[in-house]
C-alpha cells in the first residue's frame, strides 16, 4: 500500500512539474535558449529564411497594388489572382538576365558587394521572436531562433555591415554615379543608425535589459499608479509610453532602409541608379532583396521594442488564450504588415528631399532630441526609484536649463542664417560669392555646398548671339572665338 502511495505521489509530483513548466513556457528568457537539438534549429534557420523571402515577395506585390491605388491605376493584375504571381515572376526573371560585369572594376569586390548587403539583412533577424515556447514535435521551444543579453546591438551591427556591401559596390564599379551613391549611402546610415541607437536607451532604461524577451516581457503589464485614491495602470507599449522613442525611431528606420523620401543613395534623378548602376540580374537582385529584407527586419524590431512584441493588442489581450499557443504568431505578422503598409503609403505621398536636408534632419534634429529626451527619462526613473531626492531636483533644473540652453543656442543660430541669406548691410562673408552677379540678380544663399543654378550667363551677361557663316546655325559668343558654344534646341 505504502508503494502505491509512493507512486502516486511521484506521479502526481511529475504532472505538477509538467504543468508548471507548461505555464513558465508560455514567457520564455534568456534560459530558454541554447537547449534546442540540431534539426531544430535548421528548422527554425529554414523557416526565417522563407519568412524573409515571402515577405519580400508579397512586399514588392502589396507596393506596387497600393501605390498603383493612390495614383488611380491597378498595378500588378494580370499574372495570377490579384497579380500575386507577378513579383515570383519576376524575381525568376532576374537570373534569367544576362550578368555583365564592366571593364575595370575590381571583379572580386564586385562580386562580394552584392552577397555583404544580403547575408546581414538574414542574419539581423535571427534575434527577433514571434511568440511564447510552443511545442514543436513534443519538443518545447521559444518561437525565436536566438537572443543574447545584447540582442538589439546584433541588429545595429548588421546594419553598419550592410552599408559596407554599399560602399563596395560604388567603389568597386569604376564609375562615378556609384561613387556618390555609396558615399551618400555610407554618411546617411551613420547619421541615421546614431539616432536609432539613441532611441533604442530610452527602451533599455525602462526594460532594464538589452535581450528582446526581456523587453516583450517588460511590455506586458503597464505599472500602477494612484490618482485621486483610484489605482490606474500605465500602458503597457513603449509606443504609448516612450512617444518620442517611437517617433524618432520610425524616421530613422526610414532612412536606415534608403526608403523615400530618404533614397538618396539611388536617385535616378541625379545619379543615374546610385551605387547599383553598373549591376545586372542576381547582383541586383541581391541588392534588391537585401532592401525589402531590412524592410521587414526594421519592421519587426519596431513590433517588437515598441509595439508589445507578439503579444495581442487590446481588446484582443482580453482574451486568455490570446498570448499562448500559435495565436501570437498572427498578432506579431498583422504589426509588420501595418509598419510595411507605412513604408509604401510614404513612397506615394512624399518627394525626396535634398541631401543637405536630410543631413541636417539627422544632426540637427533627431540627435540633440534623442539626447534631451533621453536625459529626461532617466531623471523620471531615477526619481522613481529614489522618491524625490533633492539631488534628483537639482539634476531634473540641470536638464531643464540644458534643454532651454540648447534651444536658445539653435534659435540664435537660426536667426543668425537667416540674416546671412537676406544679406545684411556689412555681411562682407555673404556679399562676397555674388560680387560677379548685377544689382538685380537673386542672391545665392551659403549653405550645403550644390551645384551653382544662377550663373551670369544664364542671364545673357557677357554672351552675344552670332550667325555661323557656313551652317547658318546660331551661335553663343562670349567674346572669344574659342568659348564659343553651339545652341542645340534649348
Not at 494612484?226 to 532612412?255: C, E, K, Q
Amino acid at each position: 500500500m505504502s508503494r502505491l502511495a509512493w507512486a502516486a505521489a511521484q506521479i502526481h509530483g511529475e504532472s505538477t512539474a509538467r504543468s508548471v513548466r507548461a505555464l513558465a513556457a508560455a514567457d520564455p528568457t534568456l534560459s530558454s535558449f541554447g537547449h534546442d537539438t540540431w534539426w531544430l534549429i535548421v528548422l527554425k534557420v529554414a523557416f526565417i529564411f522563407v519568412f524573409l523571402l515571402l515577405m519580400t515577395l508579397f512586399s514588392i506585390w502589396a507596393e506596387r497594388r497600393i501605390v498603383g491605388r493612390m495614383q488611380q491605376r491597378p498595378g500588378p493584375n494580370r499574372a495570377g489572382p490579384f497579380g500575386l504571381l507577378q513579383p515570383l515572376l519576376d524575381g525568376l526573371k532576374l537570373p534569367l538576365k544576362e550578368d555583365i560585369i564592366p571593364l575595370g572594376v575590381d571583379k572580386i569586390l564586385f562580386i562580394l558587394a552584392p552577397i555583404i548587403s544580403a547575408v546581414p539583412a538574414l542574419v539581423s533577424f535571427a534575434i527577433i521572436p514571434f511568440g511564447p515556447e510552443v511545442s514543436i514535435f513534443h519538443h518545447h521551444t521559444p518561437l525565436q531562433l536566438a537572443d543574447l543579453p545584447v540582442a538589439v546591438l546584433l541588429v545595429l551591427a548588421m546594419s553598419s555591415m550592410g552599408v559596407y556591401g554599399i560602399v563596395l559596390a560604388g567603389w568597386s564599379s569604376s564609375s562615378p554615379y556609384s561613387l556618390l551613391g555609396a558615399l551618400r549611402s555610407s554618411a546617411q546610415v551613420i547619421s541615421y543608425e546614431i539616432a536609432m541607437g539613441l532611441s533604442f536607451v530610452a527602451v533599455f532604461l525602462y526594460s532594464g535589459s538589452l535581450s528582446t524577451t526581456a523587453i516583450v516581457s517588460a511590455q506586458a503589464h503597464g505599472g500602477t499608479f494612484h490618482l485621486f485614491g483610484a489605482v490606474g495602470h500605465y500602458p503597457s507599449w513603449f509606443a504609448i509610453l516612450l512617444i518620442p522613442s517611437f517617433a524618432i525611431y520610425l524616421v530613422t528606420m526610414i532612412g536606415e532602409t534608403n526608403r523615400l523620401p530618404f533614397d538618396l543613395p539611388e536617385g535616378e534623378g541625379e545619379i543615374v541608379g546610385g551605387f547599383h548602376t553598373e549591376y545586372s540580374s542576381m547582383k541586383f537582385a541581391l541588392f534588391y532583396l537585401a532592401e525589402y529584407i531590412n524592410m521587414t527586419t526594421v519592421a519587426g524590431l519596431a513590433a517588437t521594442l515598441f509595439l508589445g512584441g507578439w503579444r495581442a493588442p487590446w481588446p484582443i489581450s482580453v482574451w486568455s488564450g490570446a498570448n499562448s499557443g500559435w495565436w501570437p504568431m498572427l498578432w506579431f505578422l498583422a504589426k509588420v504588415l501595418i509598419l510595411l503598409f507605412g513604408f509604401f503609403w510614404l513612397r506615394g505621398t512624399l518627394p525626396r528631399i535634398r541631401y543637405d536636408q536630410l543631413m541636417a534632419l539627422g544632426w540637427k534634429v533627431l540627435i540633440p532630441g534623442s539626447l534631451v529626451w533621453i536625459m529626461m527619462i532617466a531623471t523620471i526613473r531615477v526619481w522613481r526609484r529614489q522618491g524625490g531626492s533633492t539631488a534628483l531636483y537639482i539634476v531634473g533644473g540641470f536638464v531643464l536649463l540644458l534643454f532651454l540652453g540648447i534651444v536658445w543656442v539653435w534659435e540664435t543660430g537660426a536667426e543668425r542664417r537667416q540674416a546671412m541669406l537676406a544679406g545684411v548691410p556689412g555681411d562682407e562673408q555673404a556679399a562676397e560669392p555674388d560680387a560677379g552677379l548685377g544689382a538685380d540678380q537673386p542672391r545665392q544663399p551659403q549653405g550645403f555646398p550644390v551645384p551653382p543654378l544662377d550663373l551670369p550667363h544664364y542671364h545673357g551677361i557677357g554672351v552675344s548671339v552670332t550667325d555661323h557663316p557656313a551652317a547658318g546655325r546660331t551661335l553663343l559668343d562670349t567674346g572669344t572665338t574659342s568659348n564659343s558654344k553651339e545652341v542645340t534646341g534649348a
